[in-house]
């Protein structure tokens, strides 16, 4: 059996990142999101388990010291981390796995395996960040400031990523993240005979 495709998108939030990766997952049957575990407080309609696995501080640095974690990182004063138990069975049973990481995450996920495809993707202007980001409401204005200082840093790092998709309109960003796992997938096929 093949071995599944690991697929990690990044993007500064508010470019409609989590929209896409929802669409994409229903979309695709095969891919499977990889829940992270997370120190931040739930937003509303976020459940346990789903968006992430909301944990105390303890428990978090607990299953970091256990070596649970495929990578983490420090997003905005919270830690996030990859569960290593999910990507290695999903893998194993062939599924492709997604994952949402910050830019620190995607290029961790990349030294640790080479074939992982990482995917970058952006606003067509910085300015309708800004936008979205304001018209989210769910963000203080000066953790809005704070996230658009690491958007303009991660946007440096991002050419260091396989593929860069512009959200101008959904349907198209998802037709291009299809495209690229269906050319991710047949390059594969092709590589092991
Ligand atoms: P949010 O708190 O808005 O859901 O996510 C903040 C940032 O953390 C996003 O850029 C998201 O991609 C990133 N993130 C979520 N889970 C992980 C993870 O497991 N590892 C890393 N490195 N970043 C993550």
Same mark, same amino acid.
């Given at each position: ?16 990142? /989590?929209? =896409?990766?929802? +669409? ?9 999101? /990889?829940?992270?575990? $997370?120190?931040?407080?739930? &937003? ?5 388990? *789903? ?6 501080? %303890? ?14 990182? *420090? ?13 290695? =069975?999903? *893998? %194993?049973?062939?599924?492709?796995? +997604? ?7 995607? +290029? ?14 952006? $606003? ?8 979205? +980001?304001? /018209? &989210?409401?769910?963000?203080?204005? $000066? ?6 200082? $690491? ?8 050419? *260091? ?25 047949? =390059? ?6």
């Amino acid at each position: 059996m093949r071995k599944g495709l690991l697929v990690v998108v990044s993007a500064a939030s508010g470019a409609g990142k /989590s929209t =896409l990766c929802r +669409l994409l997952l229903q979309r695709r049957k095969n891919l499977k999101f /990889s829940v992270s575990a $997370t120190t931040r407080l739930p &937003r509303p309609g976020e459940k346990d388990g *789903r968006e992430y696995f909301f944990l105390s501080d %303890a428990a978090f640095r607990a299953m970091r010291a256990r070596g649970d974690l495929v990578e983490w990182a *420090r997003v905005h004063d919270h830690l996030y981390g990859t569960p290593k138990a999910f990507l290695s =069975l999903m *893998r %194993a049973r062939g599924k492709d796995v +997604l994952l949402d990481l910050d830019v620190q995450g995607a +290029l961790a996920v990349k030294r640790r395996y080479p074939e992982a495809v990482l995917i970058f993707v952006r $606003t067509p202007r910085f300015a309708d960040l800004k936008k979205r +980001l304001r /018209s &989210r409401l769910s963000e203080t204005e $000066t953790q809005i400031r704070r996230r658009l200082k $690491t958007a303009r840093k991660e946007l440096r790092l991002a050419r *260091r990523y396989d593929y860069q998709v512009i959200n101008d309109r959904v349907p198209r960003a998802l037709k291009q993240l299809d495209a690229i796992l269906k050319t991710e997938a047949k =390059l594969k096929e092709t590589d092991h005979g």
